[in-house]
């Protein structure tokens, strides 16, 4: 393993753990040449996934790009982050546990969307008035007021 801090190949193993998701093995790592520690994860290789797009191109799949969606609806609203981490985390499995090498956008827009409804419902909102494209004040409206009785109706 490479020192970020030297470059140097040769370093030692500190200390190895499984993460909290049991995904992958956190290394705790120590530069012979510099004697400076870093964190290093060992994860399973994945087969790329490639998500088709609604104009039929595609794209390898980046579970970066919900992330930063998943945060910018978050945004100034009281969402814990561990609570945005374990979405993540939920889409990104059920992605991979499809078991296709080819997914719909729609679909994992929907698996934001849904995850998004029990977290917080403004977060949803702004989540859907980008992804369905909201045209007018009336769609936006009627996608609260849907919000809404599902709501009373739990």
Request: glycine share 6%.
């Amino acid at each position: 393993m490479k020192c970020k801090y030297c470059g140097s190949l040769d370093s030692k193993v500190i200390d190895s753990r499984l993460t909290e998701d049991g995904s992958a093995i956190r290394r705790r790592r120590e530069c012979i040449n510099c004697s400076r520690r870093y964190t290093t994860y060992e994860t399973v290789e994945r087969t790329p996934i490639y998500v088709i797009k609604k104009g039929g191109i595609r794209q390898e799949f980046d579970i970066n790009k919900i992330r930063n969606g998943i945060i910018k609806a978050c945004e100034k609203r009281p969402v814990p982050i561990t609570k945005i981490d374990n979405l993540i985390s939920d889409i990104e499995k059920r992605v991979y546990n499809m078991g296709e090498q080819e997914i719909n956008s729609e679909k994992i827009g929907d698996l934001v969307i849904n995850g998004l409804r029990e977290i917080d419902d403004v977060a949803y909102v702004r989540f859907a008035s980008v992804y369905r494209q909201f045209k007018d004040i009336d769609t936006f409206l009627s996608e609260i007021e849907s919000l809404l009785s599902k709501r009373n109706n739990d």
